[in-house]
């Protein structure tokens, strides 16, 4: 029954905090309150009052602090008005027509606002208070300013909100359709690829059934490695050469020394990220392009750059008819992935007879775009 009842007091709070929650213009408006109401009092009462406002601490504290309380009231007052008129004028092109019937409005109320207020400390009587023109008329204008800057500030403000929010929503979708793209792009298992592995292993089980049980294990790490990996947007160097090492195997026993793949990777290196299955696209394609015999070798170098980038080479010794016609598909989604990623590939084929692949490396997740 306690608990009954203390669920029914806290929902009851609940609501009660809901209904006292003022509509806000931008979101800021009871931090600007908070910090213009006191300011606000004390040079309008300082205009108004003259020297009599400091020549007696207690009508100091009494007159600064009726007047907080009424601005405070006038305050959330305009923020209703103010609210109200963004939701009748809510289009850019009434921007200005919203802006000059909150200021004008706002000057009139500031006018009655101060003129009732001081007529009431003349009413009361309490020190001896008596209304003058010409005090209002210094207050009034004090107070006029304060208004057009504090509507310029809140309209500003709230413009900002909107525009940070509106960023914040572009940012998100730009990631998003990035993102769709990046996946769009994930490396697919290639059915010539593996064609020819189970022609490999078909020929190998005749030949060497110990060799053709190596050869299925590492065909097995392979394609467990592209499935593995296929939801993933970066692997470590070194996990991607594990993986390569692999990848090689299969390859050696289909070209034999007709293929070499060279390595000068240092330990640190190996730390930095990259793409999965960067450098199965690029061997691939060099492989898919190029004559590979044990006469004329397809030569691949993977070396560290002087940029701490990956530098990936071969040797240029094309076939004069590919096996698809669409070769250079898999390196231009490799190409694209990296855009994506805010990471351009460089591809130089100036060199003549060799192909230069510049590869960046991240050393963390934050550097790239998404």
Not at 46 to 54: D, I, K
Not at 161 to 177: F, G, L, P, V
């Amino acid at each position: 029954m306690a608990t009954d009842e203390k669920a029914i007091s806290i929902k009851h709070s609940n609501l009660y905090a809901m209904k006292l929650q003022l509509p806000q213009y931008n979101g800021k408006d009871n931090l600007v309150m908070v910090l213009v109401v006191l300011p606000v009092a004390l040079i309008v009462n300082s205009l108004f009052f003259g020297t009599q406002y400091f020549r007696s601490g207690a009508f100091f504290l009494y007159a600064t602090s009726v007047t907080c309380l009424g601005f405070t009231i006038f305050f959330i007052a305009c923020g209703l008005i103010a609210v109200s008129l963004k939701k009748h004028y809510p289009h850019e092109r009434q921007l200005i027509k919203r802006i000059s019937i909150v200021i004008a409005t706002f000057l009139l109320m500031s006018g009655l606002f101060m003129y009732f207020l001081f007529k009431g400390y003349e009413a009361v009587g309490f020190f001896g208070v008596k209304f003058h023109e010409t005090g209002f008329i210094w207050s009034y204008f004090a107070m006029g300013i304060t208004n057009i800057f504090l509507t310029l500030l809140m309209e500003g403000i709230a413009r900002y909100r909107d525009w940070k929010a509106s960023m914040q929503e572009t940012e998100k979708i730009n990631a998003a359709y990035k993102q769709s793209q990046l996946n769009g792009l994930k490396s697919q298992v290639n059915p010539h690829f593996l064609f020819n592995s189970l022609n490999s292993l078909s020929s190998l089980i005749q030949e060497d059934e110990e060799k053709a049980e190596k050869f299925l294990d590492e065909m097995s790490k392979v394609y467990r490695y592209m499935l593995r990996n296929e939801e993933e947007q970066l692997v470590t160097l070194e996990t991607e050469l594990k993986f390569l090492s692999a990848y090689l195997h299969l390859l050696t026993a289909r070209y034999g020394n007709g293929l070499q793949v060279k390595f000068d990777i240092t330990e640190t290196q190996k730390n930095t990220l990259l793409a999965p299955l960067t450098l199965q696209v690029i061997i691939e394609n060099a492989f898919t392009q190029n004559i590979i015999s044990k006469a004329s070798p397809l030569v691949v170098e993977i070396t560290e750059g002087e940029n701490g980038n990956l530098i990936v080479k071969n040797n240029i010794q094309p076939k004069a008819v590919t096996d698809t016609l669409d070769f250079e598909a898999g390196l231009d989604n490799l190409v694209k992935k990296y855009e994506l990623l805010g990471k351009p590939i460089i591809i130089n084929d100036n060199h003549g007879a060799q192909r230069i692949i510049n590869i960046p490396l991240i050393t963390n997740k934050e550097e790239a775009m998404i």
